[in-house]
């Protein structure tokens, strides 16, 4: 499974690319906003940025909804660097352009995905991403999991290339229960990746290990 981290912060995709897992970067309107990127030239300038740090793929999201639109920003967004892949809205023109571009070689990631019928139509379509939102599923009472458990079964049945990239995580559950039902990709934000590698006990036992380990020195030394 790849470990992609869904933020627009410099600091925080080179945070986790140090941790030496990093394969790629998501991204989103709402999170370029987070950082205050705005204007056409910064964030085609950001998107470069991110793109020099990571080599695995960045997903960079068309702000338009009508075909002509996505088209003309989405090749421009893949024109900025060959690891980028165009992140379009599920929605129809969103439909005809991830045709469009999967018929011109160009890579991209459907994003807003709430159902298996979104995700056999994205397939169709070619994407090489589907994004379903699993952490804004379970905010309205349903399971975000159990989509995707629902969409890989689909996906191996029909044996669609499209990889399940499950957005919208919100905590370490969900990355370890995304890997369980067979999501090829997890994005996640920092703090749920760092919430992977934390357990009471494993602070507990390095705690006392460093304790004896101290004893028995200052033992020696006296
Ligand atoms: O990648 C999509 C993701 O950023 C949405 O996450 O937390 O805004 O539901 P969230």
Redesign the pocket.
């Known amino acids: 499974m790849k470990f992609f981290i869904?933020t627009a912060s410099l600091d925080q995709i080179k945070e986790a690319k140090d941790l030496g897992i990093l394969d790629g970067v998501?991204t989103?309107p709402?999170?370029m906003a987070k950082e205050g990127i705005s204007g056409d030239k910064n964030v085609m300038e950001h998107y470069r940025a991110i793109c020099e740090i990571v080599d695995g793929d960045v997903s960079a999201e068309v702000i338009s909804t009508d075909f002509k639109g996505m088209v003309e920003e989405g090749e421009r967004l893949s024109d900025l660097a060959p690891n980028i892949v165009v992140k379009i809205p599920m929605i129809k023109d969103g439909i005809k352009a991830m045709s469009y571009f999967t018929d011109r070689g160009i890579r991209t990631n459907c994003?807003l995905v709430f159902s298996a019928g979104q995700a056999i139509i994205a397939a169709k379509a070619g994407a090489t991403y589907l994004?379903p939102?699993i952490?804004?599923i379970d905010d309205i009472s349903w399971d975000g999991v159990e989509l995707i458990k629902d969409i890989a079964e689909i996906y191996a049945i029909q044996g669609f290339d499209t990889q399940i990239l499950a957005?919208?995580i919100?905590n370490a559950k969900h990355i370890v229960d995304s890997a369980r039902a067979g999501a090829d990709v997890v994005?996640c934000?920092l703090s749920a990746i760092l919430g992977l590698l934390k357990h009471p006990l494993t602070d507990i036992g390095l705690e006392q290990f460093l304790a004896d380990h101290k004893k028995v020195n200052e033992l020696l030394l006296k």
Do not use: C, E, Q
Request: glycine letters at 6%; a positive charge; zero cysteines.
């Open positions: 869904d998501t989103n709402s999170l994003t994004s939102f952490g804004r957005a919208s919100r994005t934000p």
